[in-house]
Nanobody, 122 residues
Framework: QVRLVESGGGSVQAGGSLRLSCAAS????????MGWFRQAPGQEREGVAT????????YYSDSVKGRFTVSHDNAKRMIYLQMNSLKPEDTAMYFC???????????????WGKGTLVTISS
């Protein structure tokens, strides 16, 4: 099993920045990709940014490309999501995810964190 714990959510004004962190524990052989998905009220969960921990290949949704950056620290088993130029439409619960080569497709995610709330005011 793999346990994921997110931190760093909060409330900021539009144009501001936040940095999310996710710590993984458990069997590191159960995943080679980690990432972030989000779910806004009344909407389906969507992929935001993911990273293949083997070579650092990243995937971003079009809505966050150029504003968000996903990174990882394999030694610490952490991933991060630096979010800049935040918009009210970025308001959502952000979930850390882990699995095998899932890109932005949540169907292949095996492990989920409980989420951290991000609220952006206009």
């Amino acid at each position: 099993q793999v346990r994921l714990v997110e931190s760093g959510g909060g409330s900021v004004q539009a144009g501001g920045s936040l940095r999310l962190s996710c710590a993984a524990s458990g069997d590191r052989n159960r995943y080679n990709s980690m990432g972030w998905f989000r779910q806004a009220p009344g909407q389906e969960r969507e992929g935001v940014a993911t990273i293949y921990t083997g070579d650092g290949t990243t995937y971003y949704s079009d809505s966050v490309k150029g504003r968000f950056t996903v990174s990882h620290d394999n030694a610490k088993r952490m991933i991060y999501l630096q979010m800049n130029s935040l918009k009210p439409e970025d308001t959502a619960m952000y979930f850390c995810a882990a699995g095998v080569t899932f890109g932005l497709n949540q169907d292949f995610v095996e492990f989920w964190g409980k989420g951290t709330l991000v609220t952006i005011s206009s």
